[in-house]
């Protein structure tokens, strides 16, 4: 089982260049979800994906925007990208319900410059 | 907005020493659920409690929902090694959504 499958692991940008980050999931999960993550603090959620066809800002959405592609695939979009959004970003997929555990991807170490 | 608190931001600890981290609601929460990242990783899913004062244990680690289901804990004994890493809790909210506290690293001393 694959799980939750981030592309890339690693990427360094230019101030301004845009970039796609993907994520797809194998687990038939409604929920998709778009965290970034800084050193030393916890999880922001950029954008969240309740089921196919929806998509719901987060706590920190400017400069993003998502796209949920189909019920598998999730993307998220760095138009042009700045030295702030410097971060790990992190896609999460969870099954239907409220009681159930939320299942992450390995990470997107992003840098800008 | 809901909000969970979470402290410490960090622990340092002897090996074998004991580690506690808590987190605190605004509001009631409808289950809790804890995650671990190891450094470098990714959270990964420990336990969820759902009940008023559920306590669960996983061999040294043992999780406690408060009885107004607004805090919760979660308790190492004599740390290891492998215990390393940033714990995390999260809630649920109203909206069947997920609110993160902002987790306690875990830091063993040599």
């Known amino acids: 089982n694959a799980g939750v499958t981030q592309t890339p692991k690693f990427q360094v940008l230019k101030t301004g260049q845009s970039m796609t980050l993907q994520c797809a999931q194998d687990?038939?999960?409604?929920?998709m979800y778009w965290y970034r993550q800084d050193p030393g603090m916890g999880l922001r959620l950029i954008y969240y994906?309740?089921?196919?066809?929806?998509?719901d800002k987060g706590e920190v959405p400017n400069g993003y925007n998502v796209s949920r592609l189909n019920k598998r695939e999730f993307s998220l979009r760095l138009e042009s990208a700045a030295p702030s959004q410097t971060s790990v970003y992190f896609c999460?997929?969870?099954?239907?319900?409220?009681?159930?555990?939320?299942?992450f991807g390995q990470g997107t170490r992003l840098t800008v410059v | 907005g809901q909000q969970v608190m979470q402290i410490p931001q960090y622990q340092h600890v002897q090996e074998g020493e004991d580690f506690t981290t808590y987190c605190n609601s605004s509001?009631?929460?409808?289950?809790i659920q804890w995650y671990k990242q190891r450094p470098g990783g990714h959270p990964v899913f420990l336990i969820q409690?759902?009940?008023s004062g559920e306590v669960k244990k996983q061999k040294r680690l043992t999780f406690q929902f408060g009885e107004a289901k607004k805090n919760s804990s979660l308790h190492i004994t004599a740390t290891q090694t492998t215990d390393v890493g940033t714990y995390f809790c999260?809630?649920?909210?109203?909206?069947?959504?997920?609110?993160w506290g902002a987790g306690t690293k875990l830091i063993i001393k040599p």
């Open positions: 999460a997929s969870r099954g239907y319900g409220g009681d159930t555990e939320a299942f």
């Open positions: 687990m038939n999960h409604n929920s």
């Open positions: 994906s309740a089921s196919e066809g929806t998509t």
């Open positions: 509001t009631t929460l409808s289950n």
């Open positions: 409690l759902v009940k």
């Open positions: 999260a809630g649920r909210d109203s909206n069947y959504q997920l609110i």
